[in-house]
């Protein structure tokens, strides 16, 4: 089956990306709070696509502006921020 993504490794790094293709673009915007992005946005109008919830590597929620164009927030977890020592692996 085709999903139309690919997960690539960096040689000699624990860096990983995925390419997409086929999917809709949305920006991911990384903030301080995303409980206050969130709020932000609706106050100015816009809406909750996916509620405010916990991830692996923090908070998520996915909000559109008020033209309904979609966009994720994110916030980090502590661990995920603090730098790894060159050979570690993160421990997620």
Do not use: H, K
């Amino acid at each position: 089956m085709s999903c139309g993504q690919a997960g690539l490794s960096l040689p000699e790094s624990s860096t990983e990306f995925v390419l997409s293709i086929g999917l809709d673009y949305a920006p991911n915007w990384f903030v301080t709070s995303v409980d206050d992005a969130v709020g932000s946005v609706v106050t100015a109008g816009g809406a909750v696509l996916v509620e405010p919830t916990q991830i692996p590597v923090g908070r998520l929620a996915v909000v559109a502006d008020p033209f309904g164009t979609p966009s994720s927030c994110l916030t980090y977890s502590p661990a995920c921020t603090q730098p790894m020592q060159a050979d570690a692996s993160p421990e997620w």
